[in-house]
């Protein structure tokens, strides 16, 4: 089971840290992953984390966000700075076996319900 939490409202420039709180079967996925789906728009891969420590960004927020999980490996976090307001969406987390590809989302066989991230100028 995937539980996103942390999204809001921020101002253009501001920082947000999302979470994801994983439990049961999940914490033995090897790959875990952030994506969003702006109203309109398809689901787009953000950034995905392996167990091992690599990381894979999407290039719209290469250099902003940072994804990272705690030492126990039971939440996923997503750092966002330097926030745009492109960047308004609600943020899924999913996990796989594996990451590759990390970036198709239909790679990925288990999902959270999601949070909302609005960013304003």
């Known amino acids: 089971r995937l539980a996103e939490s942390g999204g809001g409202s921020v101002q253009s420039g501001g920082s947000l840290r999302l979470s994801c709180a994983t439990s049961g079967n999940i914490r033995s996925s090897s790959c875990l992953a952030w994506f969003r789906q702006a109203p309109g728009k398809e689901r787009e891969a953000v950034a995905a984390i392996v167990t091992a420590g690599f990381t894979y960004f999407a290039d719209s927020v290469k250099g902003r966000f940072a994804i990272s999980q705690d030492d126990t490996k039971t939440t996923l976090y997503l750092q966002m700075d330097s926030v745009k307001s492109e960047d308004t969406a609600m943020y899924f987390c999913?996990?796989?076996?594996?990451?590759?590809?990390?970036?198709?989302?239909?790679?990925?066989?288990?999902w959270g319900q999601g949070t909302q991230v609005t960013v304003s100028s």
């Open positions: 999913a996990s796989a076996r594996s990451c590759l590809p990390w970036w198709r989302r239909d790679h990925y066989n288990s």
